[in-house]
């Protein structure tokens, strides 16, 4: 194989892996929008944690979303935002490690694990409510 060659399959092979990380960031993108919108609204000043090391907050970044998912910080990495820049928070961008680690975690069941997280702080507030209830009703 000649320089030449070697050099356009080189190039074939960097446009298609740059094509298909843009494509995975877009995807990754789109499913965090899609759990951000489901999840309970934030009422305090603080990050709520998700299964699996994600957490949700507001986002400060210039994406025009409610609320960002975030992957934690593991050891010394930073925390990378999903579904924004992260700029105020000091938040990396979305990389090619995490949008290959967010992905795998949604085909291994993430989505499902969130739900359940939903449907016990869902029942967790019923079970207040109640209480209240209970106790206003015993006046």
Not at 6 to 13: K, Q
Not at 62 to 89: F, K, Q, T, W
Not at 97 to 125: K, N, P, S
């Given at each position: 194989?000649?320089?030449?060659?070697?050099?356009?399959?080189?190039?074939?092979?960097?446009?298609?892996?740059?094509r298909?990380?843009?494509?995975?960031?877009?995807?990754?993108?789109?499913?965090?929008?899609?759990?951000?919108?489901?999840?309970?609204?934030?009422?305090e000043?603080?990050?709520?944690?998700?299964?699996?090391?994600?957490?949700?907050?507001?986002?400060?970044?210039?994406?025009?979303?409610?609320?960002?998912?975030?992957?934690?910080?593991?050891g010394?990495?930073?925390?990378?935002?999903?579904?924004?820049?992260?700029?105020?928070?000091?938040?990396?961008?979305?990389?090619?490690?995490?949008?290959?680690?967010?992905?795998?975690?949604?085909?291994?069941?993430?989505?499902?694990?969130?739900?359940?997280?939903?449907?016990?702080?869902?029942?967790?507030?019923?079970?207040?409510?109640?209480?209240?209830?209970?106790?206003?009703?015993?006046?």
């Amino acid at each position: 194989m000649n320089l030449n060659s070697a050099l356009a399959r080189l190039e074939r092979a960097g446009s298609e892996h740059s094509r298909c990380t843009a494509k995975l960031r877009e995807a990754c993108v789109l499913v965090a929008d899609a759990i951000c919108d489901t999840l309970p609204p934030l009422d305090e000043y603080r990050a709520v944690d998700l299964p699996r090391g994600y957490f949700y907050d507001w986002p400060g970044c210039d994406r025009r979303v409610e609320v960002a998912l975030y992957a934690s910080a593991h050891g010394d990495d930073p925390e990378v935002a999903i579904n924004c820049d992260g700029s105020s928070r000091g938040a990396l961008l979305l990389t090619r490690h995490v949008a290959l680690q967010f992905a795998g975690d949604v085909a291994t069941g993430l989505l499902d694990e969130i739900a359940e997280w939903v449907e016990r702080r869902a029942a967790q507030l019923a079970d207040a409510n109640a209480k209240l209830e209970d106790t206003q009703a015993r006046r």
